[in-house]
């Protein structure tokens, strides 16, 4: 049994391939290295290719005698999804739809999906369950409420098994130094300190200090990359026990404000992060955490590391690496 890791030269891709190599399952990576890179890989089986090219697909399907996909490959900006839409709805719905008919054409009937809690947008109560609007605001959000509601109409059509884990804000590194998160290509928060306090760039610009949140700075709930890997080895494990197809958030169900960021900052470079306030993000909300019960009930899983657990991790490896 061998499980296809779409997007295994990213940043959660890696991880989660790592994890699963240490649990010695057969693994093989499918990604076009558009925006990840093969040295994440620590040595696993590559096959460069497109999601959108279905025959490639089934083809290494067939040839890996693959089982279940771990779907991570897509593009992630928020931001970019709105300047360049086209590319979002052909890299992650189109590319969708061309793995899973690639996967189909092999046999292949399990795929664990990498959502996102921003499908949610800007929730109307908190904790956010799974049974809250799909509200996406933006045209990233929105391919990924899309590609949810692809893969369970392939459920209905194609008895496709599957389960999607919504994710809240993925951050930190692996324990050991040896995995991390490119802070080139991102403008997720914790990269973005990190670049701050290494003095890799000017001073982190807080976006907002007037949120109705206790110290008016925007609340998150971040989720350490090695917890979200552990969910989906778990998640692997679910659909290969038959059990029904599932969508559950992945978080702490812990809000953390930029403030107690910078300050678990400065506890681990043992300095101030310089930062400055700024005036708010264009439609950020102002509080975001998740209930995590379900994942517990259907998974067993649950998060095992704090948000200073993600600095301590985040700030040692991009310290490695500068
Ligand atoms: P990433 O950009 O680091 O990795 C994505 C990988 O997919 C890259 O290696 C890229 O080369 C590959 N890829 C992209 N398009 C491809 C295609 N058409 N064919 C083959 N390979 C392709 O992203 P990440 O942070 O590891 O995120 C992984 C997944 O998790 C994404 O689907 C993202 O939307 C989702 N997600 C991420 C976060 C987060 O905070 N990072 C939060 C929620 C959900
Ligand atoms: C976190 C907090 C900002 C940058 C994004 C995507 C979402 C999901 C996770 C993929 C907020 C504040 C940020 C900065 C700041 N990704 N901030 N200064 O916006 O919660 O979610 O990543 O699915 O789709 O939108 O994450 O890391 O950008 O921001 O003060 O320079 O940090 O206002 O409160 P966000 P983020």
């Known amino acids: ?21 240490s649990q010695h399952r057969d693994v093989v990576v499918l990604d076009s290295l558009v925006r990840g890179s093969e040295k994440n890989l620590l040595g696993a089986t590559l096959e ?10 089934e083809s290494i399907c067939r040839k890996h005698n693959v089982d279940s996909v771990i779907h991570f ?16 709805w052909r890299n992650n719905v189109e590319g969708t739809v061309g793995l899973i008919e690639g996967m189909l054409a092999a046999n292949v009937q399990q795929i664990v999906f990498s ?11 908190l904790p956010i369950t799974e049974s809250a609007a799909i509200k996406p ?18 459920g209905i059509t194609h008895a496709l098994r599957w389960v999607s884990l919504r994710y809240f804000n993925a951050a930190g590194a692996s324990s050991d130094g040896v995995l991390g998160e490119n802070w080139d290509i991102t403008t997720n928060l ?13 001073p982190l610009q807080v976006l907002g200090n007037d949120y109705p949140t206790p110290d008016g700075t925007g609340v998150r709930d971040y989720i350490h990359v090695e917890d979200l890997a552990d969910a989906h080895a778990k998640a692997v494990d679910y659909l290969n026990d038959g059990k029904p197809n599932l969508t559950v958030n992945l978080g702490t169900g812990v809000g953390t404000s930029v403030l107690q960021i910078l300050e678990a900052t400065k506890n681990a470079a043992g300095k101030p992060v310089p930062h ?16 995590a019960t379900l994942a517990q009930e259907k998974l067993g899983w649950a998060a095992t590391r704090s948000y ?6 985040a700030f040692a490896w991009h310290q490695s690496q500068s």
């Open 1 to 21: 049994m061998t499980i296809l890791v779409t997007g295994g030269a990213g940043y959660i891709g890696s991880h989660t391939l790592r994890l699963l190599r």
């Open 48 to 57: 460069v290719a497109d999601i959108c090219d279905s025959a490639a697909v």
């Open 73 to 88: 490959a897509a593009y992630k900006s928020a931001g970019e999804s709105m300047t360049h839409p086209h590319l979002y």
């Open 115 to 125: 959502s996102s809690a921003a499908v949610y947008g800007n929730p109307d109560q």
């Open 137 to 154: 605001e933006n045209v990233y959000a929105e391919t990924k409420a899309m590609m949810e509601r692809i893969i369970s109409w392939y």
């Open 190 to 202: 914790i990269p973005l300190v990190m670049k701050a306090a290494l003095g890799a760039s000017g």
């Open 276 to 291: 400055e306030f700024a005036p708010r993000r264009l439609g950020d909300p102002a509080i975001v955490y998740a209930d």
């Open 308 to 313: 200073e657990d993600i600095i301590n991790s």
